[in-house]
């Protein structure tokens, strides 16, 4: 399959504070079209005595939904976020602490998912822990009629039979991982992967401007 | 990415060797921020990419101190077990600190140093698989600045990046001590301790937590001016 480097995609507009909360070691809100996820980071910091582990820190991450309590979906959410960062923070660096992630979703309007991993690795960025690399995530879904649509919002997804979202890493841009639902051909999947990759430059544009913007020297 | 000095860096992003081509190939010395893998200079922060003759590093936001040896710290005793005592100083476990490592101590005049009091003192070892000691003495086995904090002071935190800026060398809190009268000692663990008159120490921290977001620059530039409007509020 061939696709130029020109994409006609485009992503919502990506919008971010950080510092956002008073008390965390890291925190952003991030909006992503009408997307809206609060994330927070504690750590390295101090961690319960049976969860110690000696050579790295201890990574845990909490998804808490907008509203009522935390369900088998937000569960799983939460452990697709923790195996995420595990791969982007050097948790051997810090030997025996804790390292907390916390993602408090605010409106879900489509594309949540790849909004909580951006939200988060800004969060990582702002909380100055030591990292590998960078990682963003894009959505896409598959409509009835076979299209892929890039990032799409909640009108859109209602006709969608298939959605994903990948995650990229800036070091040699490859993909991190990918979360699917629904029903897609693999060839589908694999322009989609594509698409989206052209789009993950302009998300670490996004984010080596927010840095630039909070580290004037 | 390749990235140079004084660029805006992601973790990830390589350093390109042209930044080490006129210096010696073993001298460079790389700070926080920066790795060595397979030959190539990685970043693993993000920030600012700084030099200074031949060290190296990323300047970036910080609020959770990780012990690095020989920084001053401002910590508060929490515990007395044995011949140490543990001291809080905002980093993952605590510190401890030796009652012989006092001016003038040995083990029959033990210093007068309680619970909860605030100690100035000097990071001596912070291995990563070790807990952090500390000191407060110097190399000379004299105290110097080090030691007990008056309990006629105040502290608060802020950020690592703020105490680091108004200890560099533009001297920003000599600037502001010009025209009023204070007593300060700042941790780069984030806590700055104040002992001044009453009508100085709001102002004075107000003043301290608006430079948070100013460059370097701009708070050599407008330090002691905020400083004098905050007085007249």
Redesign the interface.
């Known amino acids: 399959m061939e696709i130029d480097n020109e994409s006609d995609d485009i992503l919502r507009p990506m919008r971010c504070e950080l510092n956002y909360l008073a008390n965390p070691d890291g925190s952003v809100i991030l909006s992503q079209g009408e997307t809206v996820v609060v994330a927070s980071i504690y750590g390295p910091a101090d961690v319960r005595p049976q969860k110690v582990l000696s050579d790295r820190s201890y990574l845990e991450a909490i998804y808490r939904p907008n509203s009522g309590q935390s369900m088998v979906r937000d569960r799983e959410r939460e452990s697709f976020l923790k195996c995420t960062c595990e791969s982007v923070v050097r948790t051997v660096t810090y030997p025996r602490t804790g390292v907390s992630v916390i993602v408090q979703e605010i409106q879900d309007f489509g594309g949540l998912l790849a909004c909580a991993i951006n939200a988060v690795c800004l969060a990582l960025l702002n909380s100055g822990i030591e990292m590998n690399c960078v990682i963003c995530a894009v959505s896409a879904m598959v409509s009835e009629d076979d299209e892929i649509i890039i990032d799409p919002d909640h009108i859109k997804l209602k006709t969608s039979k298939g959605r994903m979202t990948f995650s990229f890493e800036n070091c040699e841009n490859k993909i991190v991982n990918s979360y699917t639902e629904g029903t897609f051909t693999e060839s589908q999947y694999h322009e989609a992967l594509l698409r989206c990759k052209l789009l993950s430059g302009q998300i670490f544009k996004m984010f080596r401007n927010t840095v630039a913007r909070y580290n004037k020297c | 990415?390749e990235v140079n000095v004084n660029d805006?860096?992601?973790?990830?992003?390589r350093v390109s060797s042209s930044n080490f081509s006129n210096l010696h190939k073993s001298s460079k010395i790389l700070g926080p921020?920066l790795?060595l893998f397979e030959g190539q200079v990685y970043v693993?922060?993000?920030?600012?990419l700084?030099q200074n003759k031949l060290i190296f590093w990323v300047?970036?936001?910080?609020?959770?101190y990780?012990p690095a040896s020989d920084e001053f710290v401002i910590g508060i005793v929490t515990q007395k077990s044995g011949d140490y005592y543990k001291v809080d100083i905002g980093a993952?476990?605590l510190a401890s600190l030796s009652y012989l490592s006092f001016e003038g101590a040995t083990k029959k005049l033990r210093p007068d140093i309680k619970v909860g009091d605030a100690l100035y003192t000097k990071v001596l070892t912070a291995k990563?698989?070790m807990e952090p000691e500390l000191v407060c003495v110097d190399s000379h086995w004299k105290k110097g600045r080090l030691g007990f904090l008056n309990t006629n002071g105040f502290i608060f935190t802020c950020s690592?990046t703020l105490t680091q800026k108004l200890l560099s060398k533009n001297r920003p809190l000599e600037k502001m001590a010009e025209n009023r009268k204070f007593e300060i000692a700042v941790g780069l663990n984030g806590r700055i301790w104040i002992n001044a008159d009453t009508e100085v120490v709001k102002p004075l921290i107000n003043t301290i937590l608006e430079l948070e977001?100013?460059?370097?620059e701009e708070i050599n530039k407008n330090c002691s001016n905020i400083f004098s409007k905050n007085c007249k509020i």
């Open positions: 990415m805006v860096v992601l973790p990830g992003d921020g790795r693993s922060k993000g920030g600012v700084k300047e970036s936001q910080k609020k959770r990780v993952s476990e990563r698989d690592l977001l100013l460059s370097e």
